[in-house]
């Protein structure tokens, strides 16, 4: 993986429109009571979500569901309710690999759109479903490299409401930063935290109560180190 400006890669047109958050294609949804595919996994290299616009054209309000799935697993599991002939924008930079793609349905058949903007990126995207109060390694930068993470979500996927935690150490295992937040039934928390890490470097997540479940995405770039 490298970061789009590099001084051993020379500069593609798709790294310009990476840095300007220029998307370069479109996936449209008419959303159903059953999941499919909103955005497939790419061929080759990584696909960038940059939005997710979402619309209830219905007259009854409706959950929307959307999931990261990697290789048959399902992550991520977060539900959006919205209004009768309300819009929602989802800003959250999803980076998908060949083994990666989204998936998205409603809780009931009603008329429903969504719309998933993409284009060719670098990096990566860490996942993990995780239960109980111990630490679950969700992202460890290796050796010798440098990652910015882009983005980070937790996600709740017990039947009750719980604190979810994330902590990140050094390659010392001293905790730089950690933070919780309270989640109810598939609740989802995007950090809004940016952070730099270097080689060793973990983000870790856990659950508030034993045998509670739940899932993490973090996405990422190279940088320099």
């Known amino acids: 993986m490298t970061t789009p400006i590099s001084e051993s890669q020379p500069i593609e047109s798709y790294h310009l429109k990476a840095m300007g958050g220029v998307p370069n ?26 939005q997710l616009l979402l619309r209830n054209n219905d007259s009854v309000n409706a959950d929307f569901y959307f999931k990261v799935v990697r290789s048959g697993v399902d992550y991520l599991v977060f539900r959006i309710e919205l209004a009768p002939y309300e819009r929602l924008i989802v800003e959250f930079p999803f980076i998908l690999d060949t083994n990666t793609s989204i998936e998205a349905k409603t809780s009931a058949s009603i008329s429903a759109k969504c719309v998933a903007t993409t284009l ?16 679950t390694d969700l992202l460890t930068v290796p050796a010798g490299k440098a990652y910015s993470i882009l983005g980070l979500m937790l996600s709740n996927s017990y ?5 979810v935690s994330f902590q990140i150490i050094d390659n ?53 180190s």
Do not use: R
């Open 25 to 50: 294609a479109c996936s449209y949804l008419s959303l159903s009571n059953a999941y499919a595919t909103l955005v497939a996994a790419p061929a080759s290299g990584v696909t960038l979500i940059t």
């Open 120 to 135: 060719k990126f670098e990096g990566g995207m860490s996942v993990a479903n995780f239960s109980g109060t111990a630490w």
């Open 159 to 163: 039947n009750s409401a719980q604190n």
């Open 172 to 224: 010392a295992s001293n905790v730089k930063w950690t933070d919780s937040i309270l989640l109810n039934q598939e609740g989802t928390w995007p950090c809004g935290e940016k952070f730099v890490m270097g080689a060793g470097w973990k983000i870790q997540v856990k659950h508030g109560a034993a045998s509670y479940t739940g899932s993490a995405v973090a996405a990422f770039i190279e940088v320099p």
